[in-house]
Antibody, heavy 121, light 107 residues
Framework: EVQLVESGGGLVKPGGSLRLSCAASGFTFSSYGVNWVRQAPGKGLEWVSA????????YYADSVKGRFTISRDNAKSSLYLQMNSLRAEDTAVYYCARENSYGDFIYFDYWGQGTLVTVSS | DIQLTQSPSSLSASVGDRVTITCRAS??????LNWYQHKPGKAPKLLIY???SLQSGVPSRFSGSGSGTDFTLTITSLQPEDFATYYC?????????FGQGTKVEIK
């Protein structure tokens, strides 16, 4: 069974840092790209960042570029998101999502249940 | 970035109703359009990919259609477990973007 389990969320002050983790199981982690997607309170889903299977390709939303760093450790089947210079508007539930494809068509076929990040003084 | 606009933003429906949700893209995205179901406190669930392909394990009462800029998610006979928020997503270009969501509530 495919599982993605996020951890590392919590309360942090503006300007602070936090590192999120996503532990994957039930599939060959090194064969898939993975993404971070967030949902602010009362808002919709917002894509944050993506990393390819071998870390060759990395992408960020403009809203987090220069502050967040995505990485992965295929030996540990884990995905990470280092979040620096946090702002109140980064408050959200953060989900990791596996990326799959059907030909050129990309979709997120498995998601974790999320970890809550609250940025507040 | 490609903008996706869903309508309606919310709707009230009864069990057994036919429900249609639309998603309009700000430019043509061919059929690079996915649909997700999201319940509070749960992981989002993929329903439809490539505009009309049903994800494995998803009930056949869910269907998707459309191409270019206009897309539709249809639930033919709404079940109690279908009350949730539905999102469209485009993966035609980076960044992948989501619609603002459509909340389906019990009438």
């Amino acid at each position: 069974e495919v599982q993605l389990v996020e951890s590392g969320g919590g309360l942090v002050k503006p300007g602070g840092s936090l590192r999120l983790s996503c532990a994957a199981s039930g599939f060959t982690f090194s064969s898939y790209g993975v993404n971070w997607v967030r949902q602010a309170p009362g808002k919709g889903l917002e894509w944050v960042s993506a990393i390819s299977s071998s870390s060759s390709y990395i992408y960020y939303a403009d809203s987090v570029k220069g502050r967040f760093t995505i990485s992965r450790d295929n030996a540990k089947s884990s995905l990470y998101l280092q979040m620096n210079s946090l702002r109140a508007e980064d408050t959200a539930v953060y989900y990791c999502a596996r990326e799959n494809s059907y030909g050129d068509f990309i979709y997120f076929d498995y998601w974790g249940q999320g970890t809550l990040v609250t940025v507040s003084s | 970035d490609i903008q996706l606009t869903q309508s309606p933003s919310s709707l009230s429906a009864s069990v057994g109703d036919r429900v249609t949700i639309t998603c309009r893209a700000s430019q043509s995205i061919s059929t690079y359009l996915n649909w997700y179901q999201h319940k509070p406190g749960k992981a989002p669930k993929l329903l439809i990919y490539a505009a009309s392909s049903l994800q494995s394990g998803v009930p056949s009462r869910f269907s998707g259609s459309g191409s270019g800029t206009d897309f539709t998610l249809t639930i033919t006979s709404l079940q109690p477990e279908d009350f949730a928020t539905y999102y469209c997503q485009q993966t035609y270009s980076t960044p992948p973007t989501f619609g603002q969501g459509t909340k389906v509530e019990i009438k």
